[in-house]
Nanobody
Framework: QVQLVESGGGSVQAGDSLRLSCAAS????????MGWFRQSPGKEREGRGT???????????EYPESVKGRFTISRDNAKDMVYLQMNTLRPEEMAVYYC????????????????WGQGSQVTVST
């Protein structure tokens, strides 16, 4: 089973950029769809919101409208890594960011079908 470890979180000012990384191990990385999600403070009941998804060969990516044009997901199958470049960060985007994986793009929206990393805190201050 694949294991995921996020890194790159931290504290930034509104408008700054940050790049998150997720290292995968334990299975054939190129077989898996990868995604980034976030859990905002005080909104645990809403669950983890989708930030970005990328398919196995990087031929498909998906973003919610709120981050389109500012966030970019990418992957390096040779290094078993997935990245999230976040530009022009907003205070409301302060959250714990999670890397996740599953076998298909459709399964990425199915609760219980994803494997999660431990999360990486992103703090955005005004």
């Amino acid at each position: 089973q694949v294991q995921l470890v996020e890194s790159g979180g931290g504290s930034v000012q509104a408008g700054d950029s940050l790049r998150l990384s997720c290292a995968a191990s334990g299975s054939t990385f190129s077989r898996y769809v990868m995604g980034w999600f976030r859990q905002s403070p005080g909104k645990e009941r809403e669950g983890r919101g989708t930030v970005a998804i990328i398919n196995q060969n990087s031929g498909f990516t998906e973003y919610p409208e709120s981050v389109k044009g500012r966030f970019t997901i990418s992957r390096d199958n040779a290094k078993d890594m997935v990245y999230l470049q976040m530009n022009t960060l907003r205070p409301e985007e302060m959250a714990v960011y999670y890397c996740a994986t599953t076998t298909t793009v459709a399964m990425m929206s199915v609760s219980g079908s994803r494997i999660w990393g431990q999360g990486s805190q992103v703090t955005v201050s005004t």
